[in-house]
């Protein structure tokens, strides 16, 4: 059997599978917060999750899905946890026996949404949460890049002259499309990215400009996704996505536009290549067992 360990900003959550992705166990767990705190949320996440399955670690692999950038177990920048450098390997693996893979939380979703939705061929994992990010599963496996940045399409420039990003540059793709860029464009304290649409449907004059940048941002970026790499298909997840129909239909107009008058862009069908994840189950735990089950 398999251990995946799903850390986010605020939870960790632990799954056991079985070799078909089927759930057998589960712990969720608030995540811990600085280095110690992370890997102590970690271990009790696993116990719990092992405990369920009723599974000791020698029965294990063991796979963790977290924010940062990660070489070799080693988790770097994860702001939202309050690390700056953990090794996350060597620390789960003193303390519960086997030392887990380690990789990319984005990444590791896109490993379970592929497994979970029977993955041929390739597919963009494109989620839209506080960031904006995409995982990469080519013929099967997981594609990294030379330096593990491969998927940060948020960081692509769409428009010289847009809203600057909390990067201090101007028109990225992330702003257009996140919940932490529509707060930013939108610029009242306390808000949310639910208030900007809520402001929208009531007929706010900006809060419309802001919910057409993110359409915009959604249809770039699956076209991005496509011409670039050609993947069958784009599949959308994160907060954004309880948005619900509005975001996709308003997404897909702009696609069919520009089919309309490229017809290259016509011949890829764009629009019918992307879809929402539509998954009720913990997809980014599945896939981190299944990036230590040897998968991805």
Same mark, same amino acid.
Request: proline residues 4%.
């Given at each position: 059997?398999?251990?995946?360990? %799903?850390?986010?900003?605020?939870?960790?959550?632990?799954?056991?599978?079985?070799?078909? @992705?089927?759930?057998?166990?589960?712990?969720?767990?608030?995540?811990?917060?600085?280095?110690?705190?992370?890997?102590?949320?970690?271990?009790?996440?696993?116990?719990?999750?092992?405990?369920?399955?009723?599974?000791?670690?020698? %029965? =294990?692999?063991?796979?963790?899905?977290?924010?940062?950038?990660?070489?070799?177990?080693?988790?770097?920048?994860?702001?939202?946890?309050?690390?700056?450098?953990?090794?996350?390997?060597?620390?789960?693996?003193?303390?519960?026996?086997?030392?887990?893979?380690?990789?990319? %939380?984005?990444?590791?979703?896109?490993?379970?949404?592929?497994?979970?939705?029977?993955?041929?061929?390739?597919?963009?994992?494109?989620?839209?949460?506080?960031?904006?990010?995409?995982?990469?599963?080519?013929? @099967?496996?997981?594609?990294?890049?030379?330096?593990?940045?491969?998927?940060?399409?948020?960081?692509?420039? #769409?428009?010289?002259?847009?809203?600057? @990003?909390?990067?201090?540059?101007?028109?990225?793709?992330?702003?257009?499309?996140?919940?932490?860029?529509?707060?930013?464009?939108?610029?009242?304290?306390?808000?949310?990215?639910?208030?900007?649409?809520?402001?929208?449907?009531?007929?706010?004059?900006?809060?419309?400009?802001?919910?057409?940048?993110?359409?915009?941002?959604?249809?770039?970026?699956?076209?991005?996704?496509?011409?670039?790499?050609?993947?069958?298909?784009?599949?959308?997840?994160?907060?954004?996505?309880?948005?619900?129909?509005? =975001?996709? %239909?308003?997404?897909?107009? #702009?696609?069919?536009?520009?089919?309309?008058?490229?017809?290259?862009?016509?011949?890829?069908?764009?629009?019918?290549?992307?879809?929402?994840?539509?998954?009720?189950?913990?997809?980014?735990?599945?896939?981190?067992?299944?990036?230590?089950?040897?998968?991805?």
């Amino acid at each position: 059997m398999h251990l995946g360990i %799903d850390i986010g900003g605020t939870k960790t959550d632990a799954v056991v599978v079985d070799a078909d @992705g089927t759930l057998r166990g589960r712990r969720t767990l608030p995540s811990g917060r600085g280095a110690d705190a992370v890997v102590a949320a970690a271990l009790d996440a696993a116990w719990g999750a092992s405990a369920a399955a009723g599974a000791a670690p020698s %029965d =294990l692999t063991v796979g963790i899905g977290t924010p940062g950038a990660i070489c070799d177990g080693v988790v770097s920048h994860a702001l939202n946890l309050d690390v700056e450098r953990l090794d996350l390997a060597g620390g789960f693996a003193a303390a519960f026996g086997v030392r887990p893979a380690v990789d990319n %939380d984005v990444n590791v979703a896109a490993l379970g949404a592929y497994t979970l939705l029977g993955g041929t061929g390739s597919m963009g994992y494109l989620n839209l949460g506080t960031g904006l990010a995409a995982g990469l599963v080519l013929d @099967g496996r997981l594609w990294r890049g030379a330096r593990g940045a491969a998927g940060e399409i948020g960081q692509i420039c #769409i428009d010289p002259n847009g809203p600057v @990003g909390t990067d201090g540059l101007p028109g990225g793709l992330e702003t257009y499309a996140s919940g932490s860029g529509l707060m930013l464009q939108w610029g009242v304290e306390g808000s949310t990215g639910a208030d900007v649409v809520a402001a929208a449907a009531a007929g706010d004059p900006r809060a419309v400009e802001i919910r057409d940048r993110a359409f915009y941002g959604l249809a770039t970026a699956v076209r991005i996704l496509v011409v670039t790499l050609d993947v069958d298909e784009v599949v959308v997840a994160g907060g954004m996505t309880k948005w619900g129909d509005e =975001l996709f %239909d308003g997404a897909s107009r #702009i696609l069919e536009g520009w089919a309309a008058t490229s017809p290259f862009l016509r011949s890829l069908n764009l629009s019918s290549r992307m879809r929402p994840l539509n998954l009720e189950v913990p997809v980014a735990a599945i896939g981190a067992a299944m990036l230590g089950g040897g998968r991805g």
